[in-house]
Each structure stands twice: as structure tokens, then as C-alpha cells.
């Protein structure tokens, strides 16, 4: 057997919100904690991010109240705002 063939030991401290959600994967799909760690750090090392599906926002118009012009912005902004005080 040559160093290459031994599996890596080292200790890690992990934060317990990282543990926890290690502990639960491992829990759910009934595989070694080990093999959940190692698979979540292949991922993480292999830079590509995991599919996402982009948020979609669907314009729509929304128009005006009744009686705002957008004309005249002072009076736009009295008429949302108030009056200037003097």
C-alpha cells in the first residue's frame, strides 16, 4: 500500500448550524457522515454553482392616481409629500 491509497485523517471544527445540516443530510438519505461531508466539499471546491433557476419578474404598468401629473415635478412632489414648509 502506498501513501496514496490511505485516506486522509484530519479533525475539523465545524460551526454547529454547518454540523446540523451535515447531520441531517446523512440522517435523510441514510449515508455515512463522512461520505456527506466529503460530497459537500467536492461540490463546494468544484466552483460551479449548484442549478439555479433565475428570478423572473413580469412587468406590468402601473399608471397613475387619479389627479398626479408627472408634468410638473414640484407639484408632483407637494401632491405625495405635502407643501413645502416655509
Given at each position: 500500500?502506498?501513501?496514496?491509497?490511505?485516506?486522509?485523517?484530519t479533525?475539523?471544527?465545524?460551526?454547529?448550524?454547518?454540523?446540523?445540516?451535515?447531520?441531517?443530510?446523512?440522517?435523510?438519505?441514510?449515508?455515512?457522515?463522512?461520505?456527506?461531508?466529503?460530497?459537500?466539499l467536492?461540490?463546494?471546491?468544484?466552483?460551479?454553482?449548484?442549478?439555479?433557476t433565475?428570478?423572473?419578474?413580469?412587468?406590468?404598468?402601473?399608471?397613475l392616481?387619479?389627479?398626479?401629473?408627472?408634468?410638473?415635478?414640484?407639484?408632483?412632489?407637494?401632491?405625495?409629500?405635502?407643501?413645502?414648509?416655509?
Open positions: 500500500m502506498t501513501l496514496h491509497d490511505v485516506s486522509h485523517r479533525t475539523l471544527t465545524l460551526d454547529d448550524d454547518v454540523a446540523a445540516k451535515l447531520d441531517g443530510e446523512a440522517r435523510r438519505t441514510g449515508r455515512p457522515y463522512r461520505a456527506v461531508v466529503n460530497d459537500a467536492r461540490r463546494g471546491l468544484e466552483g460551479t454553482p449548484a442549478a439555479v433565475p428570478y423572473l419578474v413580469e412587468a406590468r404598468p402601473l399608471g392616481r387619479p389627479g398626479i401629473s408627472i408634468d410638473c415635478i414640484s407639484g408632483l412632489l407637494d401632491a405625495l409629500d405635502g407643501p413645502e414648509p416655509r
